[in-house]
């Protein structure tokens, strides 16, 4: 599974990845990591890809 979060903000808040810990906590063997989508900048951050939704398509592209 792949867990997606998606956001409308530009500004990184921790929060966002409170969906995507309680499935890791869950399931762990099935959520090891995941996306957000937001209108910020793109970075790692943990098990968590930071993807901004205007580089989409290229961003995903490197994780395929």
């Known amino acids: ?3 997606i979060e998606i956001k409308s903000a530009q500004t990184f808040h921790p ?3 409170k969906g ?3 499935l890791h906590k869950w399931a762990p ?3 090891a ?3 957000l989508i937001y209108a910020g900048a793109s970075q790692a951050l943990g098990n968590y ?3 901004n939704i205007l580089n989409l398509h290229d961003e995903l592209i490197q994780y395929v």
């Open 1 to 3: 599974y792949i867990p």
């Open 15 to 17: 929060e966002f990845l």
């Open 20 to 22: 995507l810990n309680i």
């Open 29 to 31: 063997e099935k959520f």
């Open 33 to 35: 990591g995941g996306y």
């Open 49 to 51: 890809q930071l993807l």
